[in-house]
T-cell receptor
């Protein structure tokens, strides 16, 4: 089945540590996205990538980094510079990123807790 | 600034009752509009979308939404709610250009038996 997988489902991190969240898609989509979800705030865009080897900052990129070395993979690193990293992280992908019928498909999410 | 507002944080309805979830947007031009549903601890599933044409849009699970340009609204409706509809619902909008979605804060729906 085609879809988006995120791992791990739950992740615990000590303060001062970097941690990497995995996102893989087998939908052959060009565009991929990372969102952060906090209670009562909806989803906010962290980074997005329109094509391999290219990515741009979203609205809340500070303290995060990404890479896009392969079309199917878009890992997110939460660095120690992120002041409040505890949140639910959602990865999404779409066929493209331009105008038109570009529905975003979402993965099941990773819940990160900083201890 | 572009924004999406969902005025109701929590809504409780009885099973079998009708449902309407409100969504208002603030954009310079008519955006593309979406409704997503999220079960606890899960990702988001697309219920329906509006790009152009007929202002009444049918979606999955018996949901529909009506786009009203004069009111800048895109309210979600269902004539008879089932207990399995209990979840959080997000309205989202996207303008032209790159595929950036702006989400509302969400409405959490509880269904009483």
């Amino acid at each position: 089945d085609g879809g988006i997988t995120q791992s791990p489902k739950y992740l615990f991190r000590k303060e001062g540590q970097n941690v990497t969240l995995s996102c893989e898609q087998n939908l052959n989509h060009d565009a991929m996205y990372w969102y952060r979800q906090d209670p009562g705030q909806g989803l906010r865009l962290i980074y997005y990538s329109q094509i391999v080897n290219d990515f741009q900052k979203g609205d809340i990129a500070e303290g995060y980094s990404v890479s896009r070395e392969k079309k199917e993979s878009f890992p997110l690193t939460v660095t120690s510079a992120q002041k409040n990293p505890t949140a639910f992280y959602l990865c999404a992908s779409s066929i493209g990123s331009g105008v038109g019928d570009n529905e975003q498909f979402f993965g099941p999410g990773t819940r990160l807790t900083v201890l | 600034a572009q924004s999406v507002t969902q005025p109701d944080i929590h809504i409780t309805v009885s099973e079998g009752a009708s449902l309407e979830l409100r969504c208002n947007y603030s954009y310079g031009a008519t955006p593309y509009l979406f409704w997503y549903v999220q079960s606890p601890g899960q990702g988001l599933q697309l219920l329906l979308k509006y790009f152009s044409g007929d202002t009444l849009v049918q979606g999955i699970k018996g949901f529909e939404a009506e786009f009203k340009r004069s009111q800048s609204s895109f309210n979600l409706r269902k004539p008879s709610v089932h207990w399995s509809d209990a979840a959080e619902y997000f309205c989202a909008a996207r303008s032209g250009g790159y595929n950036k979605l702006i989400f509302g804060a969400g409405t959490r729906l509880a269904v009483h038996p």
